[in-house]
Each structure stands twice: as structure tokens, then as C-alpha cells.
């Protein structure tokens, strides 16, 4: 009678705590933190005290963290193919709506940090005008014709 009595107090331990790991992992996921609620998931896969429910649903999102992780893998790869110098400014703005970065490796993250700095730098800092805007700016002063203007020693 102890035995099962200990075993029944011991099951209904391990089935609330993995409830709560659950909820906790699924909390996550709904507020967009994939790879935290990811290494959860995991974890859960092995938990035997959760129902056929939850054990569906685990996989599921697991399913599709693994599918957000090789899109935004081969959206990497194939920007990183067509890169070109002094191409963040087109770049940029594509790889910003890439939504979940923490699940790029730390080596592509970085990559798409700094494209990213680089082409928000572009859009704040102005191209320096070259010599022909600066000779279109140059106005003789008021009264006189250019002609006039270019005549003076």
C-alpha cells in the first residue's frame, strides 16, 4: 500500500511539473521567443507524463520551428549568394524582416546584424554631392548674369 501510494504521489508530481514546463514552453512560443520555447519542447519530448495532446502539439511546433530555421537558412544562403559590395542599402531592408534571427547560426546572425547596421547607416548618412552639384550650387551674386559673374578679375 505504501509503494503504490508513493508511486501515486510521485506520478501526480511529474505529470504537474511537466503541465508546467508545457505551459511555460507554449508561453513562450506565443510571445515570439522560438528558441527558448524550442530547447523546452525538446526537453518535453521525453517527459512520459504528458497526454497524447500535449505530446501532438509539442511535435507540431517543433515541426515548425524546424521549418522557420531552414527558410530563414536558405534566406540567408541565397542573399549571401547575390551580395555584392556596397549592396547592404538593397539588402538590408529584406534581411530586417527576417522574424526569428536567434534561430540563425551566431555566424550568420552576425552577418545579418552588420548588413543591416550597414544599409540603416546608408539611409541616415546622405551621399556627398560630387563636383558638378557643387558647381550647380555656385550662384553668381543677385544682379548679375552668370556670364557677367565669370567675367569679374
Given at each position: 500500500?505504501?509503494?503504490?501510494?508513493?508511486?501515486?504521489?510521485?506520478?501526480?508530481?511529474?505529470?504537474?511539473?511537466?503541465?508546467?514546463?508545457?505551459?511555460?514552453?507554449?508561453?513562450?512560443y506565443q510571445a515570439g521567443k522560438i528558441?527558448?520555447?524550442?530547447?523546452?519542447?525538446?526537453?518535453?519530448?521525453?517527459?512520459?507524463?504528458?497526454?497524447?495532446?500535449?505530446?501532438?502539439?509539442?511535435?507540431?511546433?517543433?515541426?515548425?520551428?524546424?521549418?522557420?530555421?531552414?527558410?530563414?537558412?536558405?534566406?540567408?544562403?541565397?542573399?549571401?549568394?547575390?551580395?555584392?559590395?556596397?549592396?547592404?542599402?538593397?539588402?538590408?531592408?529584406?534581411?530586417?524582416?527576417?522574424?526569428?534571427?536567434?534561430?540563425?547560426?551566431?555566424?550568420?546572425?552576425?552577418?545579418?546584424?552588420?548588413?543591416?547596421?550597414?544599409?540603416?547607416?546608408?539611409?541616415?548618412?546622405?551621399?556627398?554631392?560630387?563636383?558638378?552639384?557643387?558647381?550647380?550650387?555656385?550662384?553668381?551674386?543677385?544682379?548679375?548674369?552668370?556670364?557677367?559673374?565669370?567675367?569679374?578679375?
Amino acid at each position: 500500500v505504501v509503494v503504490v501510494g508513493g508511486f501515486t504521489v510521485f506520478y501526480q508530481y511529474q505529470k504537474r511539473a511537466s503541465i508546467s514546463r508545457f505551459e511555460e514552453a507554449d508561453s513562450l512560443y506565443q510571445a515570439g521567443k522560438i528558441k527558448d520555447a524550442g530547447k523546452l519542447y525538446e526537453e518535453l519530448k521525453s517527459a512520459q507524463y504528458l497526454t497524447n495532446k500535449y505530446d501532438s502539439i509539442i511535435y507540431a511546433r517543433l515541426d515548425t520551428i524546424e521549418t522557420l530555421r531552414e527558410l530563414q537558412n536558405a534566406l540567408v544562403a541565397e542573399t549571401r549568394k547575390k551580395a555584392v559590395p556596397g549592396g547592404a542599402a538593397a539588402m538590408g531592408p529584406i534581411l530586417d524582416k527576417v522574424p526569428h534571427k536567434e534561430l540563425l547560426s551566431d555566424e550568420d546572425k552576425a552577418w545579418v546584424d552588420s548588413v543591416i547596421g550597414e544599409a540603416k547607416l546608408a539611409v541616415a548618412t546622405p551621399a556627398t554631392p560630387g563636383p558638378a552639384a557643387s558647381i550647380k550650387a555656385a550662384k553668381p551674386p543677385a544682379g548679375e548674369t552668370p556670364s557677367a559673374a565669370s567675367k569679374k578679375p
